[in-house]
């Protein structure tokens, strides 16, 4: 007991207990949007691990990029499933604090691995001499740990904080998976100081990243510019086109949550926006690198003929 409030022990759900009519529905489209991502992502890891031609720097970061993609809808949708039609749509803390953590790992070393990514682009453009040399085998695979080394410290070191915290109350979850924000608002104490940490870790960590790709962008159009021929432009730019596409998407939503003042939050904006960077987002990314990518289109044609008779 904290004053006269009891400790919970469980938080439910509530983002989807209205229309319950179209649980069935929402239930399906989900199911075939993360299927759909899952299978994608997995194609393009198996493409480029096939195909020779694919084993470059820029390939190796899409092919964790693909990898991150899976984990990271893994780590909501299936969750979100099981709530839409169970008629229990409760969840223990443990199970509340693993599941956010994962979320906020795999997110957050996404957007670090988009910012190498964006380094990979901007060697590539500016110093193409010198591309194999600085972005070398061991360049790349420290690339790749370093956004995975951050997300891991940076989120078990927040999740632990959070969940140190007493929560009090009927612990309803006003959202359909576990974010942060809605958790912190069932503490039993004083979270001004939880918040200020909240939003200096996504503006450090978010934000640096973001604007990390930024100036790479500037100096690759900067660089592009300076190409004399149309045609030697429009292929710079294609090699980059997918990327820009990418970090947009997933970028401007999840700064638009988690950057934005406290006094604007609305929580049917908040869950839309959720809904767009967990589920929708990362549906579209194996589109982009598929359609807009005339190698891995290539790679995936050589495939499919082979399997021909």
Known sequence: ???????????????????????????????????????????????????PALHTPMYFFLMNLSFLEMCYTTSVVPQVLVHLLAENKTISIGGYAAQMYAFTLFGLTECCLLAAMAYDRFVAICYPLHYTL????????????????????VE?????????????????????????????????????????????????FIMSPCLLILCSYMRILVAILRIPSTAGKGKAFSTCSSHILVVSLFCGTVLSTYLQPKTTHSLETDKATALMYTVVTPALNPLIYTLRNKEVKEAFQRSFLRQMP
């Open 134 to 153: 600085l972005m070398g085998p061991r360049v790349r695979l420290k690339l790749a740990a370093a956004s995975w080394t951050t997300g891991v410290v």
């Open 1 to 51: 007991m904290i004053g006269n409030q009891s400790l919970c022990t469980k938080f439910t759900y509530v983002a989807f207990s209205t229309l319950a009519e179209l649980q069935p529905v929402r239930f399906i489209v989900f199911l075939a949007i993360y299927l759909f991502t899952v299978g994608g992502n997995l194609l393009i890891i198996c493409l480029i691990c096939a195909t």
């Open 156 to 204: 078990s070191a927040q999740t632990t904080w959070i969940f140190s915290m007493p929560f009090c109350g009927a612990g309803e979850i006003q959202h359909f998976f576990c974010d942060i924000m809605p958790v912190v608002k069932l503490a039993c104490v004083d979270t001004s100081q939880n918040e200020i940490v909240f939003f200096a870790v996504s503006v450090l």
